[in-house]
């Protein structure tokens, strides 16, 4: 295939960026602004070793499951990457690429999988879920203040005060904020400059509680006419928190490590299930709190746990999955690499008076070995929710040996997933069920619930998988 070929075909499949996928002289075509199930003719643009890039020519026939995307700037933003597909094609093509990953990668049967994979949990509405949202603040080409979001893969910014996916707080926030800059002349952060003062407007919104906080980003340590921004911000219902981050370093990371609270208190709180739980600015708290209570809800279905059981919980961040469990087991280590994570997780607990949790700082790799070698922990269920890249082949080793009753995998990588899975089914565990949840709709992430059982349970101290 050469450069400025035109190609047609059918689109198949969608890339982790989002972009739509088809074949053509047994070569993948990655081409932007398609949905699976589109015919299409398409020019290439790049061609590489193995794939190329082409571009969108004529719409031959459209899929059925294309719709109306409901942002008028969606095909530019960055955010989303599934808007223009209906909502059920996003779902069953999310269901597909779990138990297409699970067969391809992990080995297993696709008989077996039509038996224990369960359907995808949705949301009702999958608009306006996110309880966080993050404006850059800049300048158009004529010097106009804007704020929105980066355009795929770049750091300019669309104008947008109204994200379909966040609350509809976020509009009334930001332009009071830039309606305040505009009155005295405050200036916006340049990327390419560095300088420039007003960065980012974050903002939490508590789904459950109503309660909101704002944070303010800023390339210095005040903002010309603090107390009447102030004020404005407060006229709106549920304003709890106004804060102000300094950020001077030339960075693309968003958030600086200085806080100072500018009205009311620090923190906002709200809950998922019935865990009660305090967001500071710099706390990561998981953006979709509907699904989230969705998704621990079958983490603890599948632990199975009576209330007795000792549960250790690997990669557990601020410990929601912790406390969730804690609220059914006997007792609940947590282990997470982030320590700042770890305070929030005890401040958690405490706030919520459990007495049956504990958090170690660290590697999973190493805390878990190392706990296991001089402590002999011991484990009836072990939960994991490790980042994209999985588990190190350490911590699943590790586990094996523990040998726990049920091991429930959360992940939000399907590829890796199927790895790990692939891993622990070769040394004595059965895959039980499997679940995936709409944690991100518009976008082509998914997470997934597992529950692995042992096959041959309370052989900890035989001689059956040979490390003994
Ligand atoms: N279970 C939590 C967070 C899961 S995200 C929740 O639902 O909110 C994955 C977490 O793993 C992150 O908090 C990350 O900081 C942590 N992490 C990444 N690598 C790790 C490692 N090697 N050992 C322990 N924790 C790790």
Known sequence: MKKDEMIRMKIEDISSEGLGIG???GMAVFVKDTVIGDEIT?????????????RLMDLVQASLDRTEPVCRVA??????????MDYQAQLRFKENKVR???????GFDPELLNRIMEPIIGMEDPFRYRNKAQFPIGTDRE???????????THSIIDNHDCALGVKENKEILEIVLEHMRRLGISAYNETTGKGLMRHVMIRYGFRTKQIMVCLVVNGRKIPGEKELVQALTAIPGMMSIVLNVNRENTNVILGREIRLLWGQEYIEDYIGEVKYQISPLSFYQVNPVQTEKLYGTALEYAGLTGSETVWDLYCGIGTISLFLAQRAGKVYGVEIVPEAIEDAKRNAALNHFTNTEFYVGKAEEVLPEKYEKDNIFADVIVIDPPRKGCEEKVLA????????????VSCDCATLARDLKYLCGQGYELKRVRATDMFPMSVHVETVCLLSNRKP???????????
């Open 23 to 25: 074949h053509a002289d």
């Open 42 to 54: 398409a020019k290439i643009i790049k061609v590489k070793k193995t794939y190329t890039y082409g």
């Open 75 to 84: 095909r530019q933003c960055g955010g989303c990457q599934l808007q223009a």
């Open 100 to 106: 297409n990953n699970l067969i391809r990668i992990g």
């Open 143 to 153: 010097g106009n203040l804007i704020a929105g979001f980066y355009a795929g893969r």
């Open 398 to 409: 590790t586990m094996v040996k523990m040998a726990p009753r049920r091991i429930v995998y």
């Open 458 to 468: 309370d052989t900890k101290f035989s001689s059956n998988f040979g490390y003994f």
